[in-house]
Each structure stands twice: as C-alpha cells, then as structure tokens.
C-alpha cells in the first residue's frame, strides 16, 4: 500500500533560520496536502497540491509539489516561535479516499 | 473550532476492557476519518465512513470497529483493549469534494493501565 515517508523527524532551530521538510511517496499521488499540529493541538490544514510541479507560497512558507507526483517539500523562510509544531503531509493515491499521513516533521524554535 | 467534536476528551481504563469513542463532523460533511496518533507512529489512518458506509480501511485492528449513524455522527469502538492501544484517537470530517481538506476534533486521549 502507499507509504508517505518524511524528514525529518525532527530539526531544532534558531529563530530567524530556515526550515525545511520533505514528503516522499512509495507511489504517485492525486494530491498531497499539509497540515501543522501545535503542540496539545489538532492538525489544521495549511494547504493542498494537485499538478505536477507545483509551487504555492503562503508568507513565509513554500510549498513544492515534484514533478513526478510521488514528492513534496516544505520549506519556511526565517522561522519564528509562532511555527514550533508538527509538520504533516498527507497523500491521496488515485481515486482511492484514504489520506495517508506522513509521521511528521517536530520543528523546535528557539530565540 | 474546527466544527467536529469528538468525546470524551479522555478515558482511562484497563486492560481487557472496551470502549467507545464518539465523533460528531461537521454540518453538511458526510465523511468521517478515524485515525490513531501515538509519539512513534505518527498520524495512522484507521478508517474512513462516507454518508453511513465505510470507504477505505487502513491500518485497524480486527478489536476495533467503527460505524457512522443516520445522522452521520461516527463511533469507534475499541475492544479487549491492550497497553499498546494507548494512543491520542482523531476524528477528522471532509466536504463533499474529493479534494477536501480534512477537518480535525480536538481527539480523545485514551490511557489504558
């Protein structure tokens, strides 16, 4: 079945430096989408890629969406304390309904 | 307020027993997704319901079981409970569309001792 694997899984850093994560997939996706969990909180959707090569930009967060489908990437320009969470993105495979998550990106920001 | 309402917020129980999760969506949404979070397996998805009929199934166990109601509120039963199921237990709701983001409840934390 669909395997959505991610990196890493945990990255510590200084407030005002960049951060990135990245999503790959066993198999090619429909769609990915990401979500960031506070800590004690639910995930909330951040945003949703669907074509091929992808690039959607939401302040200072960047997202990518591969060529082939099957990976994506988040990256967030000078983080603040305001981004500390968990990083998830989640793939829809084909027609198929289940959103297989990733386990996640632990961001820790420090000032 | 994500619009989905899971209870109770936590349960504590013991091995062997059974309970029951509850899941209300979100007005209008007619999917319901369970899924199970521990600190080392992350977000795994459990199963999904749309209007009453279940969809897809993941990574469930055969003591677990899930059904949706008439009125499209979810329950995920969870049986002969074991330490290992102790775990933060979401819900999410979906719209219509087949693209939909998921809305997430605020989950249960269930401990069993």
């Known amino acids: 079945g669909q395997q959505v694997m991610q990196i890493p899984q945990y990255q510590h850093v200084q407030e005002g430096e960049d951060f990135t994560t990245y999503c790959n997939s066993s198999?090619?996706?429909?769609?990915i989408q990401w979500y960031k969990q506070r800590p004690g909180g639910h995930p909330v959707f951040l945003i949703q890629l669907v074509k091929s090569g992808e690039v959607k930009k939401q302040k200072r967060l960047t997202f990518q969406f591969g060529e082939a489908k099957k990976n994506s990437s988040l990256h967030i320009t000078a983080t603040q304390t305001t981004d500390v969470g968990t990083y998830f993105c989640a793939g829809l495979q084909g027609s198929g309904y289940a959103l297989n998550f990733g386990k996640g990106t632990s961001l820790l920001v420090t000032p | 307020d994500s619009g989905v309402t899971q209870t109770p917020k936590h349960l504590i129980t013991a091995t062997g027993q059974r309970v029951t999760l509850r899941c209300s969506p979100r007005s209008g949404d007619l999917s319901v997704y369970w899924y199970q979070q521990s600190l080392d397996q992350g977000l795994q998805f459990l199963i999904q319901y749309y209007n009453g009929e279940e969809r897809a199934k993941g990574n469930i166990l055969e003591r677990f079981s899930a059904q949706q109601f008439p009125d499209l509120h979810s329950e995920l039963n969870l049986s002969s409970l074991e330490l290992g199921d102790s775990a933060l237990y979401f819900c999410?709701?979906?719209?219509?569309?087949?693209?939909?983001?998921?809305?997430f409840g605020s989950g249960t934390q269930l401990s069993v001792l």
């Open positions: 198999t090619t996706l429909s769609n």
């Open positions: 999410a709701s979906r719209g219509p569309g087949s693209n939909e983001k998921l809305f």
